[in-house]
């Protein structure tokens, strides 16, 4: 089989795997998009795509490969789609869910398994788009359901905890209340019942001894007259007595007792405190120092009369919060019970703690067998229950307790005067002519047949007490009829607490069973893990897990669980909200084997295109170098045209291979840019001097006009920019057949700064398009005449891989067309400014050693290379050892000494990279580390060049090449 035979089957058998790969990729019953990623971040064009995604969103595979993505995707919350750089952050692959709008304009709500991968260095999507329409309605309700779900238990526990606050709070309150009401009842019945102050202050010490378990306790009354503090009751177990202080107003007094009275305020000090106080000098030596301290001045209408004080040498926390209310509550009624026998002023004092008790009071005159009459009452008491006593004064009681069941109500509160005891009722009903009251209600007997009501009214309480019972019932009822699995767990030891008819159904246990049960029962997780989780959740570190739970039958099932704190009572417990999510997961996992599938297939195609690269660029390299070889012979005419035509078909040829390999690479993705600083003006000379021969033997024009304010230096990718150039300039001179072409250059300021749009406007008088075609012309494998007796031939992927290159480096393309008349297309590109270069001096002896003779290794396995090789290098008057492959190079290196070596990359034995590697860096070879290596390949790639240039090899040359790009590459790594 001739070279030519060769080549048209490894065409055809690129083809075909080219077809194979494509059945397999439209056999995914999912929709597949293949795209790249521009340098900006931005998504370029689709590259590919199967027909499930034509199918379902009604595009053409053409319409498609002109889109990108974000023309049909949206979120659902009409938000920006998130970057590419956003959604890879952290993973490479990553699942999420979007909206495709279909060419009609219908919503579809897809999965996307996205992965990102470089295919030669340029980052790639892989997108698997899965329609989950029947799903998303599914979720959609079942969501909508769960979100009033959790919107109703959220709001009843809320609503039942700040209730639940308020009250246990409010019952506190009252509780405290109620009890220091009833401590100050007692001290004022000792203040009616006892005949003197001692007899007073001991029966006051054994209420603060019940109240306060105060053992030492002092009471000292301030004596103006002698300008001195006495003790008036001093109870002590480490002091018999008490003794006077004297001289109290002077400043030089700092016994610890007066100073509750000069700050007129509580004082509440531990030892420390007071070891520190006395070290500071605020207070004098203290003989016994107890452990807490606390001091309240006796004060009467705001004035301090004298100091109350207990003390513990035992507990330093003895005294809590709710003592220390209580002492300071105290402190007032002792005062004034005090001055009350102190001054024989009982009757006012009484009738001042009367007035300002915050409880209702009324005080009655009893008359057997059933006459109460009101003879008192305090602001307190006429506020509560509305009874004025200016009005009702006097008055029978159940001449103003008007209602139902006042005549009840009187009997109980009469029953003392039988009893003895006092009537007290924590909830006390009044139903009243226009209105209903709750009372706490204590009756109490006073001299003289007198009877005192004290009462505070609870109604509000009483109506919050009944909200939470009736909110209890209603969240019962929520909770058991509900159709999500739901269960309730103590956080101490993950039991299950309640749960709900669908739970039962769903694990088939009854009710009873599953409440005999521990969460660890049916999770399949350790009970170690299990607290952890359960702690993670109380501390709100999580709100759901993913997970298996067991089913009576045995069956593991998939679960996604939510779970939330709550407290109750102080207790903090969770409540759980269970999705089964087997199917999910199922689908999930038949989607990634999908995914990998088309990674595995679009692999394959990589693998075959690079193949195919080296296996027909190694032949190709021996066809052209031999046609160069014969071009240097003495030749006649016809047998030089004969050379030089097969030379330039050889060339058509490797444009032909390269054009296939690019457009390859750009729809895989892999294509790479390589920014550079280039000029402008050099660019224009090479597209000139380029297609100069192909003009003139078509009589065409070709010029250049560069615009006067154009800046000549510019940083980008310079030989991506010249393909485009080099395929549209060739393009004009194949349809042009009479008049010219014209290369035009402006530029104008970017909004960003140091940024430049470079405008190439390529002008010609062709043919021209029609304009039915222009829209399809720059689709892959795509002519204006595509018939079989088409004037000009080509593979049709000239313009294609401009749009795609274009694409790739972030600019833009126009085209304007007039049959018969000429094309003008437009491409924009967008650039960094560049520098100019500093001036360099012309070095002389780089033009004076092209001629120098060379000693060259030659290493290359393939003989008709290695044979062409060595010919042209003895031409140019060099010396050639040939080597087949490493190995038997470092035999060369070991006996010969050289000015370069020619490397192959991929040979038997030992491959170039390695031998470049041990020439580089083997203490064996340490005196030629430095000897010049330049790559003769087949691998065409910009990371094959990287790869060769970071193991140490100072030139790289792709096969097949031409002998003058040989002759430079040599003398600029040799001099």
């Known amino acids: 089989m001739n070279e030519k035979d060769r080549i048209k089957q490894l065409e055809a058998d690129l083809a075909q795997c080219k077809n194979h790969f494509h059945l397999l990729f439209d056999a995914i019953v999912d929709s597949v998009f293949v795209f790249e990623v521009l340098p900006n971040g931005n998504r370029g064009l689709i590259r590919d795509v199967n027909k499930a995604a034509c199918n379902r969103l009604g595009y053409t595979r053409a319409e498609f490969l002109k889109m990108t993505v974000e023309e049909f995707s949206t979120t659902d919350s009409d938000l920006a789609i998130p970057s590419v750089d956003e959604i890879f952050s952290q993973k490479k692959i990553k699942i999420f869910e979007l909206i495709h709008t279909t060419k009609e304009g219908k919503k579809i709500p897809v999965e996307v398994s ?75 019945s000792h203040a009616q019942s006892t005949d003197n102050l001692k007899e007073l202050l001991q029966s006051i010490h054994k209420i603060m001894i019940k109240e306060l378990r105060a053992e030492n306790f002092y009471v000292a009354l301030i004596d103006k007259n002698q300008d001195s503090l006495k003790f008036k009751y001093c109870v002590d ?51 016994d120092i107890p452990e807490i301290w606390l001091g309240i001045p006796l004060r009467t209408r705001g004035v301090p009369i004298g100091v109350l004080v207990v003390q513990d040498y035992d507990t330093p926390n003895a005294y809590s919060k709710e003592d220390l209310h209580l002492f300071a509550a105290c402190s007032d009624q002792i005062s004034l019970a005090i001055e009350r026998k102190n001054n024989h002023e009982f009757s006012k004092s009484a009738r001042d703690i009367f007035m300002n008790i915050p409880s209702g009071l009324f005080i009655h005159q009893y008359t ?36 139902t069941n006042s005549e009840e109500i009187l009997q109980q509160f009469l029953s003392p005067f039988k009893t003895g005891q006092d009537f007290i009722a924590d909830e006390l009903v009044y139903n009243g002519d226009q209105f209903c009251i709750t009372y706490r ?19 509000e309480q009483k109506r919050a007490e009944n909200f939470i019972l009736e909110s209890n019932e209603q969240y019962r009822a929520f909770f058991e009829d509900n159709h999500s699995v739901m269960y309730i767990l103590d956080t101490d030891n993950a039991k299950i607490l309640d749960t709900n008819k669908a739970a039962a159904e769903y694990y088939g246990y009854t009710r009873e069973q599953l409440l005999n049960m521990k969460i660890s029962d049916i999770n399949n997780l350790s009970k170690e893990q299990i607290s952890t989780i359960v702690k993670d959740i109380s501390e709100h570190k999580i709100s759901s897990i993913i997970g298996k739970h ?58 075959f295109l690079a193949n195919i690269s080296h296996e027909v660029r190694t032949p190709l390299n021996g066809v052209m170098g031999m046609l160069q070889l014969l071009q240097v012979a003495e030749l006649n005419d016809e047998q030089l045209f004969c050379v030089t035509t097969a030379l330039q078909s050889s060339r058509n040829l490797l444009k032909v291979l390269n054009d296939v390999l690019d457009f390859s690479k750009i729809e895989a993705g892999k294509m790479e840019l390589y920014n550079e600083q280039f000029k402008l003006t050099e660019l224009i000379k090479q597209c000139l001097e380029l297609f100069k021969i192909q003009a003139e033997e078509k009589k065409l ?76 012309i720059f689709e892959s494998f795509t002519q204006v ?86 010919r042209f290098l003895e031409k140019i008057d060099h010396k050639v050892v040939c080597a087949e492959n490493g190995e038997l190079a470092l035999d060369e290196l070991r006996k010969h000494s050289f000015d370069a070596i020619l490397m192959d990359i991929q040979m038997p034995v030992m491959n170039g990279l390695e031998t470049t590697r041990i020439i580089r860096t083997s203490q064996e070879f340490r005196t030629i580390r430095s000897i010049p290596i330049i790559a003769l390949t087949a691998h065409a790639t910009n990371k094959d060049r990287d ?16 002998w003058e790009l040989l002759r430079k590459t040599l003398n600029k790594v040799t001099r």
């Open 368 to 403: 057997k067998p059933d006459s109460l009459k009101l003879l008192d009452a305090n602001p307190a008491a006429e506020k509560i229950s509305g009874i004025e006593l200016s009005k009702w004064k006097g008055h029978e009681f159940l001449d103003f307790w008007k209602g």
């Open 550 to 607: 067991q089913l009576a039958s045995g069956e593991f099932r998939n679960v996604e669980i939510f779970s939330g704190p709550f407290e109750v009572n102080g207790k903090t417990k969770l409540i759980s909200i269970v999705h089964d999510i087997t199917e999910r997961l199922e689908n999930e996992k038949a989607l990634s084997e999908a995914k990998e599938t088309a990674e595995s297939a679009n692999k394959a195609k990589d693998e």
């Open 701 to 776: 024009l070709l010029s250049a006009k560069i615009d006067p304010g154009t800046p000549d230096f510019y940083v980008g990718d310079e030989g991506r920019i010249r393909q485009i150039l080099f395929n549209l300039i060739g393009n004009s001179i194949k349809f042009t057949e009479s008049g010219s072409i014209t290369i035009r250059v402006f530029s104008r300021p970017h909004q960003q700064p140091n940024i430049q749009r470079l405008f190439f406007s390529i002008e010609d008088t062709g043919v021209g398009i029609p304009d039915d075609r222009i829209e399809h």
């Open 947 to 962: 790869i060769a240039m970071q193991t140490g090899m100072n030139g790289y040359i792709s096969k097949p090449f031409e």
């Open 441 to 459: 209600v204590r009756t109490f007997l006073l001299p003289s047949d007198k009877l005192g009501i004290a009462l505070e009214d609870i109604t």
């Open 237 to 287: 177990k480490k002091k018999i007595s008490c003794s006077t202080i004297e001289n109290i107003s002077t400043t030089s007094r700092k016994r610890l007792n007066l100073l509750p009275i000069k700050r007129n305020e509580t004082v509440h000090m531990s030892k420390a405190e007071i070891i520190r106080l006395t070290n500071f000098g605020i207070i004098e030596q203290c003989e």
């Open 114 to 188: 996205a992965r990102k991968f470089n295919y030669d260095g340029t980052p790639m999507i892989l997108s698997i788009v899965r329609d989950i329409s029947v799903r998303k309605e599914a979720e959609k309700t079942q969501i909508t359901y769960l979100k009033q779900l959790e919107s109703e238990v959220a709001e009843r526990m809320h609503d039942f905890n700040i209730v639940n606050e308020q009250l246990v709070k409010q019952v506190k309150e009252l509780k405290h209340s109620r009890h220091i009401q009833n401590v100050l009842y007692d001290i004022i």
């Open 785 to 870: 005449d595509g018939s079989l007796s088409r004037k000009y031939q080509g593979t049709g992927l000239g313009l294609a891989i401009v749009k795609r290159l274009i694409n790739l480096i972030g600019g833009n393309i126009s085209i304007h067309s007039q049959i018969g008349a000429g094309t003008t297309i437009i491409v924009c590109v967008y650039l960094e400014n560049g520098k100019p270069p500093a001036l360099q001096q012309p070095n002389k002896a780089e033009e004076t050693f092209i001629n120098t003779p060379l000693h060259i290794l030659l290493v290359e396995d393939e003989k008709v290379n290695r044979l062409l090789a060595q």
